[in-house]
Every structure is written in C-alpha cells, then in structure tokens.
C-alpha cells in the first residue's frame, strides 16, 4: 500500500465480477478503503453489507456503498461493470452496448476530478480500455485493461497440469486479443528454464497435445459459461494481483491490455503484451522477440481489434 496515506479502491458495477474482486480484496491486506457503485443502489448496498460481516475475520478496512464523488479521492477505479456475454456470444459482440454504457461510466467518475488508475475489467476489454483512455482523457499509463491476464494464467495452470509441475513455476505468456484471436507464446514458455518446446517426448504428438492444451486456454470462458452462466473467481484473482503490483509498486511483469504506440509494429490500439507495472500504471511494455508466425499472429489478432473498434471510435 502507499506508505502513510489510506488507499481507496472504487468498484464500478457489483455483478459476480465486481463482488468476486471486492471479495478477494476483503481477504488481503491490499488496501484501506473499498467503495461499491452500482445502478442498482440497493444491491451495491446489500452487497458492502455482506462484505461488511466478514470484516472481523478479514483484512481492516472500511467498505461502503457509495457515489461518483468518492472517486475523487480514489486511488484506483475498476470497472466491472456492463453486459455479461451470453452463451454463443463472442466478447466482440459487446462492444456497442458496453461503449455506450462505459462513456456514462468514465464520463461521471472524471467529472470529479479522478487521478488514479482506471483498471477495465469488463469485455471486449481491449476496446473498453481503449474506450475508458479516449473518454477519461487520463494518460495512457493510467488506463489499464486486465488483458489476458486471466488467459495467462489459465495457459500455465493447464502447462502446470500437464507436466505436473506446480503452475507458478511454469513461465509463458498470451498475447492479443482477450479473445478468440489471442496466442501463445510458445517460444518464450519455460518450466525451470528449460524451453517447453524441448519438453516434449514425441515432436508431432506433443505439439498437438500443446495446440488442444491452448485451444483449452482460448475457448475456456464458453465453456464455464456454458455450464454456469459465468466467469469471476479467475478474473476477479488476477484484478486482486494487478492492484497489488499497482498499490504496493511492484514493477510486476504482467500480461495486461495497454496502447502501443510503435511497440510490436502496432500503433493506437489496446491489447495485451507483457508489461511492467507500479504504482504509476504503465511502466514499461515489455517487447518479447517474436518468432515470425507468432509475429503474424499477433498482427492478425491486432487486426481484428483494429476493425471492430470502428464504432468506438464514433462515441468519441
């Protein structure tokens, strides 16, 4: 936490995302204060009430139910708020209703005078990221989307799972879209060092099995949503660790949505890339050689953004 000063953490929308990362806030000493916003006044209300109840066996902090005004005075805002994609749907199916949803969002947090850190959890994340950069007209270091966060850790728990090695240990990255055009980073993905690629016992049945364990990663959301209507316990845990490198200023290595400007050829879009993060935002992109079909991938992936971002550009 900042040393000295309280920390205030605003969560925008107390849907199962929202409430899973307030929750996980409760269980960690992360930071002093937690504000709940939400249309539905009543339901932020009941939920910082919830929260409230297990503040005796959780972190000391103060959590209400609150107004734009308390993002004033916020260190970080999140925004989980928006329309959930429904089974069938792909996440760039969203990105109308939820830009629309979003520019009344940022535009009410600016109006007091916000200068933290805006963290976009809501999807097609990239483009609400790069939504909440052009309305909040913060700098690009402020405004950070989860990216693919969650996809890279899906990627090193299942590596973790086939190798039976413990997935914190496994070292890869997801980059692109968050998404169905994102990619593994194959030749940057190690297990003790040791390139995951020269793991392999057999070359073409062990990089097929490699293809089918991303694909797993990829298509991961439509399956959970398929059987539960949702995801939140991962997202919600990897926008707990992006507060953490913010709050506590760890220069963190994480693989979240951020403009590049020049960085792997790409110019004035959001998408996720390794990147170095502390209390400032954005310290640095982290930029991974790339094999020439990786190379390929990502500019493909960054295509499809590119294309389906036409109609947030007219909500300028």
């Not at 932020?44 to 005075?73: T, V």
């Not at 997801?174 to 793991?199: C, M, Y």
């Not at 062990?206 to 995801?231: C, P």
Request: charged share 25%.
């Amino acid at each position: 936490m900042f040393e000295g000063k309280t920390t205030r953490v605003v969560v925008i929308g107390t849907g199962f995302v929202g409430t899973s990362y307030a929750f996980s806030l409760l269980n960690q000493e992360v930071a002093n204060e937690l504000v709940l916003i939400d249309a539905n006044k009543e339901k932020a209300e009941g939920e910082a009430r919830d929260l409230n109840h297990g503040l005796p066996f959780g972190a000391q902090m103060k959590i209400w139910a609150g107004e734009y005004s308390d993002c004033r005075d916020a260190d970080i805002v999140v925004i989980a708020a928006g329309a959930n994609q429904a089974p069938g749907e792909t996440r760039l199916d969203l990105i109308d209703k939820n830009t629309k949803i979003f520019k009344t969002i940022v535009t009410n947090v600016m109006s007091y005078n916000f200068d933290g850190i805006f963290i976009v959890a809501t999807n097609p994340v990239d483009i609400l990221s790069y939504a909440t950069w052009k309305f909040s007209g913060l700098p690009k270091e402020r405004v950070i989307g989860s990216g693919t966060i969650l996809d890279t850790a899906r990627f090193r728990y299942l590596l973790g799972e086939y190798f039976d090695v413990d997935s914190r240990n496994v070292h890869g990255y997801i980059l692109g879209e968050h998404g169905d055009t994102e990619l593994p980073v194959w030749s940057h993905t190690t297990i003790g060092s040791r390139p995951v690629l020269s793991l392999i016992k057999d070359t073409s049945e062990g990089k097929a099995e490699l293809d089918a364990l991303f694909a797993d990663v990829r298509d991961a959301a439509y399956h959970i949503i398929n059987r539960k209507g949702a995801t939140h316990f991962g997202i919600a845990m990897g926008l707990l660790r992006l507060t953490k490198a913010i709050l506590r200023n760890e220069n963190s290595i994480l693989t979240i949505s951020t403009l590049l400007e020049g960085e792997y050829g790409l110019e004035d879009l959001y998408i996720g890339v390794p990147a170095i993060v502390n209390r400032n935002g954005i310290r640095e992109v982290i930029e991974l050689d790339l094999t020439p079909h990786e190379t390929e991938q990502l500019q493909h992936s960054a295509k499809t953004l590119t294309d389906a971002m036409k109609p947030v550009l007219l909500h300028k």
